[in-house]
């Protein structure tokens, strides 16, 4: 596709409930990100991926977040026992190369917790 | 880490005006900051970015600039339209070159 895409749009969970969020980035992209924006604040990093090796994921929140890439395109983030604190929309972002931020960003999954 | 400031928080301008929005950040040696806008329900949208080697980058109506000494760094718009309403961000990247670091958000809206 022309650019990256996240799926579902919106997700409504129960808290308790397992939720996973789907990242198509830009094809040939080496570079996956996965963000978190909470209402009314900037994006703010949780992990990154390079081709499938995950290279950094000092900003999940807690072991209930599980990013994987396992063939290096495709990412899912999975979030385990769901918190109304985890209600945020999740950005992924994909760059051409390697380690540089010039990311282009998808519409992002709008979780909330209920 | 990074910490990326912005001000102000809601921007309102009249159509044709320039709009100023500013960023401090406290990492020295980030050496990359991008300026996204992202409209309602949208994706961001990266609009222009600089690098630290030069001090000036412009871009038809916007332009942004880059102070290392005093760490801060400005979008500017100018001959503002409506259909620049939106939240604007900027963000650093500090040495490892891909962690963005974001500000919290402009809200620009430009009245007709």
């Known amino acids: 596709g022309a650019g990256v895409s996240q799926s579902p749009r919106y997700k409504v969970a129960k808290r308790g409930q397992d939720v996973a969020l789907r990242c198509d980035p830009i094809s040939g992209h080496v570079s996956l990100f996965w963000y978190q924006q909470a209402l009314g604040q900037g994006p703010e990093f949780l992990t990154y991926f390079q081709n499938e090796a995950q290279l950094d994921k000092s900003g999940l929140p807690s072991d209930r977040f599980f990013a994987e890439r396992p063939e290096g395109s495709v990412s899912t983030l999975k979030i385990q026992r769901t918190q109304q604190e985890d209600s945020a929309v999740y950005l992924c972002?994909?760059?051409?190369?390697?380690?540089?931020?010039?990311?282009?960003f998808g519409q992002g999954t709008r979780l909330t917790v209920v | 880490g990074e910490n990326v400031e912005q001000h102000p928080s809601t921007l309102s301008v009249q159509e044709g005006d320039s709009a100023v929005i500013k960023c401090t950040y406290s990492d020295s040696a980030s050496n990359y900051f991008p300026w996204y806008k992202q409209e309602l329900g949208k994706r961001p949208q990266l609009i222009i970015d600089?690098?630290?080697?030069?001090g000036e980058k412009k871009d038809q109506r916007i332009a942004v600039t880059l102070n290392k000494t005093a760490k801060h760094f400005s979008l500017h718009i100018t001959e503002t339209q409506p259909e620049d309403s939106a939240v604007y961000f900027c963000?650093?990247?500090?040495?490892?070159?891909?962690?963005?670091?974001f500000g919290a958000g402009t809200t620009v809206t430009v009245r007709a």
């Open positions: 963000a650093a990247c500090g040495p490892n070159d891909y962690k963005l670091s």
């Open positions: 600089i690098r630290s080697n030069v």
């Open positions: 972002a994909s760059s051409l190369v390697r380690d540089r931020a010039e990311a282009f």
